[in-house]
């Protein structure tokens, strides 16, 4: 059983290698069918930070109605694991991340500098009936407290450690989610007293959860960049400028965004 | 290939697909070793939090593995060899979790046993007791997805084993406690040792319903799937070395498997 797979092992991963080949030269493919001017068409794709779900919802429901002919695929994920993506050419035209780290970790794959288009700000929340009478961040020192935060590799992660040291407070979350909508989940279901959240989320969630404002606020950067790979640079970079307009930023604002 | 056959040549309509399958499971483990910053390798299983989750991962999956002999050998004899209405059910509902995706499972098991779940509630009044974000809670988890596999294997054996044996037990007087003890569990030995390895490996690789039940904190629910997906987040070359560990823990289960897999025909 072994002889006849060690001699065809190296044959065939020979025979592979013109397939690796073809798939990293897709670069500029170019049949990008988005003119210029007014005549857009065709479809992007936009890989947005879980955050963002959503309001870009919002805002490519808008921008199909203006342009007729025109889609916008959304992808949305951790900021992190979309720049990594991005890196490793993942099909894709626009990028936009929850903060400017893991933007620039993406920094390779941009085909131009990106822009910041929104603001967001950590906020504590609870359950609607906040079970374990939490009444601000420094409830979350009472060991009777069960409190949640992001993982510290999610931009959220990272602005809660710093939330936690701001207030002092040296007790240990119960658990580390992997993003906000992770986070905010645990607390809309009842499985933990308070979370710390973005204020969209808080806002998102209406009557399921209560919010609590922190006594210094912490806000984190949302950086948006064309891709070196998209296809359709006219529909993107259209798509971009619609994100940072008056019209996009009301869209954001309503969804409790701050406009930088 | 190599070896006539009286039969004529494989076709290479056969053998050419098959060989695209199996390098299609190997590049990637290949690449993965290739891939690996070995330099750093011992540098980065040191770490206190590499090493937690290491031990968590081994106290979780061997608890997990001890559960499932302890109800799973029974369960699976008396799927074997006891006939009642509505086996076929049972048996049924047991191997769901076998196909069920394991956030599904996570998800499940939070509405039975999270705080507000309906088991999880009226234990949460009664005794102040609440499983998530504890390290039971990675045992229960890994459990609830590792069981089926257990009890799949052990019925199996017990099934091929056959109940002759029991019978001649149970002429020379021998009650049936002391026969299970002394002739079908020594006979259905290999079954429950393949099926004890098969679900310890299904626990050391569970990650979906650990993180969603049990959440994911370094020491107490942190296990290495956790921590490799935490740590690919932020460094993807860190998380190779963490996953190469769990690679070099699975081809370990295959050596300790080669005899029943490896060897053609050997399979129950």
């Known amino acids: ?260 | 290939m190599t070896v006539r056959s009286p039969l004529g040549r494989a076709p290479a309509l056969l053998w050419v697909p098959a060989l695209v399958a199996v390098l299609f499971l190997v590049v990637p483990l290949v690449a993965l070793v290739l891939a690996t910053p070995w330099s750093t390798f011992l540098d980065d299983l040191r770490t206190p939090e590499v090493r937690s989750a290491l031990w968590l991962s081994m106290e979780t999956s061997l608890t997990t593995v001890v559960l499932c002999v302890l109800v799973g050998t029974p369960l699976a004899w008396v799927l074997a060899r006891v006939t009642f209405r509505g086996r076929g059910l049972v048996r049924a509902l047991v191997t769901v979790p076998l196909v069920l995706p394991p956030v599904v499972a996570g998800v499940a098991l939070l509405a039975a046993l999270g705080r507000s779940g309906i088991v999880g509630e009226p234990l949460r009044e009664a005794t102040g007791l609440t499983l998530p974000y504890t390290t039971a809670a990675v045992v229960l988890a890994h459990t609830f997805v590792a069981l089926p596999f257990y009890v799949i294997s052990v019925e199996g054996a017990l099934r091929s084993a056959g109940e002759a044996y029991d019978e001649v037990a149970a002429v020379l007087g021998a009650t049936r406690w002391h026969t299970f003890r002394r002739v079908t569990l020594p006979l259905a030995l290999p079954g429950v040792v393949a099926g004890g390895v098969l679900a310890w490996a299904r626990s050391l690789g569970e990650f979906g319903a650990t993180v969603t039940f049990a959440g994911n904190y370094p020491g107490t629910t942190q296990t290495m799937p956790s921590r490799i997906y935490a740590v690919y987040l932020a460094e993807p070359e860190a998380a190779r070395t963490l996953a190469m560990i769990l690679l070099l823990a699975s081809v370990g289960v295959l050596l300790l498997l080669r005899n029943r897999w490896l060897t053609p025909g050997a399979a129950a």
């Open chain 1, 1 to 260: 059983m072994n002889r006849p797979l060690r001699t065809l092992t190296p044959a065939l991963l020979v025979a592979l290698l013109p397939l690796a080949a073809c798939g990293s030269d897709d670069g500029d493919g170019g049949n990008g069918s988005g003119g210029t001017g007014d005549a857009l068409s065709g479809s992007i794709t936009v890989s947005a930070a879980a955050s963002l779900t959503g309001t870009f919802e919002e805002l490519a429901a808008q921008f199909e109605a203006e342009h007729d002919g025109v889609e916008v695929e959304l992808v949305f994920d951790s900021s992190g694991t979309l720049a990594d993506q991005a890196v490793e050419g993942a099909p894709g035209d626009i990028l936009a991340t929850a903060d400017t780290a893991s933007m620039e970790r993406a920094a390779e794959a941009q085909a131009e500098d990106p822009e910041i288009f929104a603001t967001n700000e950590l906020v504590l929340v609870t359950p609607a009936e906040n079970p374990a009478g939490v009444t601000g961040i420094e409830s979350l020192d009472d060991d009777a407290v069960t409190y949640v935060i992001c993982v510290e590799t999610a931009p959220c992660g990272g602005l809660s450690a710093e939330a936690l040291e701001d207030a002092g407070i040296d007790r240990e979350p119960a658990s580390l989610e992997r993003d906000v909508k992770a986070t905010l989940s645990r607390v809309v279901e009842d499985e933990a007293d308070a979370g710390l959240v973005y204020r969209t989320d808080a806002l998102a969630s209406g009557d399921d959860v209560q919010t609590f404002d922190l006594p210094e606020q912490l806000t984190t950067e949302y950086p948006i960049a064309l891709l070196q790979q998209s296809r359709n640079t006219g529909v993107a970079q259209a798509f971009i400028d619609f994100v940072l307009s008056t019209a996009g930023a009301d869209v954001l604002t309503a969804a409790g965004f701050g406009t930088p």
